[in-house]
Every structure is written in structure tokens, then in C-alpha cells.
């Protein structure tokens, strides 16, 4: 069992900068890729951003592209995703989430485990 936890979430105007973390309880937390889902009100939840095992590798939603950035650090358990120039659209619950498939995986289904989420608000 992988227990997440996400930090850093809160309110923020139109292009400011928010990081968020999630740390891992797994010690085998190499083991899994990670990724970021966001589910505004009312919406489906939706792909971010995902990471590789290793770290490398980094895969963003066409939204995202070139604003977040998602990185890893393994000897603290631990993944980020720094998010600049906000927009109001950005305005979601956003979770991290594991899997342990080696396959580029953006459908949320197929995650294993997931953190309880962390609110992120933008305002115009």
C-alpha cells in the first residue's frame, strides 16, 4: 500500500506561481511513475503532467505545456509540480497519483494509489 499526501496548494491571482508537493509513504517509491490529475467542479478528472521512474521523461497536458513543470526527488520520497502563470482555468483539485506501469499512462483508471488532493484557486 502507497500512502500520498499533497501539500501547497491555496488561492493565487492570474499569473502567479504555486509548487505543490506529494510525498510518498512507499520506501520503494522508485518503483512507480507519478502523476498529476486536476478535477475542477462539475468536470471529469483530468491528466497534468506525468514522471518516469527515473525522473526523466516528463509528459504534460497540451494546457500545461510549457507553464508546469514536474520533477521528483527520490531520496525524499518525493514529487513537485511547479505551476506558473496560473489562469483561472488552473482553478481544480489537483491529486497526485502512482503507478507502477513502465507505459506512458494518462487515464486516471489506470493508476494504483492516489492522495486525497490539494485545492488549487486562481482568481482573475
Known amino acids: 500500500q502507497v500512502q500520498l499526501v499533497e501539500s501547497g496548494g491555496g488561492l493565487v491571482q492570474a499569473g502567479g506561481s504555486l509548487r505543490l508537493s506529494c510525498t510518498a509513504s512507499?520506501?520503494?517509491?522508485?518503483?512507480?511513475?507519478m502523476g498529476w490529475f486536476r478535477q475542477a467542479p462539475g468536470k471529469e478528472r483530468e491528466f497534468v503532467a506525468r514522471i518516469s521512474r527515473s525522473g526523466g521523461n516528463p509528459y504534460y497536458a497540451d494546457s500545461v505545456k510549457d507553464r508546469f513543470t514536474i520533477s521528483r526527488d527520490s531520496a525524499k520520497n518525493s514529487v513537485y509540480l511547479q505551476m506558473n502563470s496560473l489562469k483561472p482555468e488552473d482553478t481544480a483539485v489537483y491529486y497526485c497519483?502512482?503507478?507502477?506501469?513502465?507505459?506512458?499512462?494518462?487515464?486516471?483508471?489506470?493508476?494504483?494509489?492516489w492522495g486525497q488532493g490539494t485545492q488549487v484557486t486562481v482568481s482573475s
Open positions: 497519483a502512482a503507478v507502477s506501469s513502465i507505459v506512458r499512462v494518462t487515464t486516471p483508471t489506470k493508476y494504483d494509489y
Open positions: 512507499e520506501r520503494a517509491f522508485s518503483n512507480y511513475a
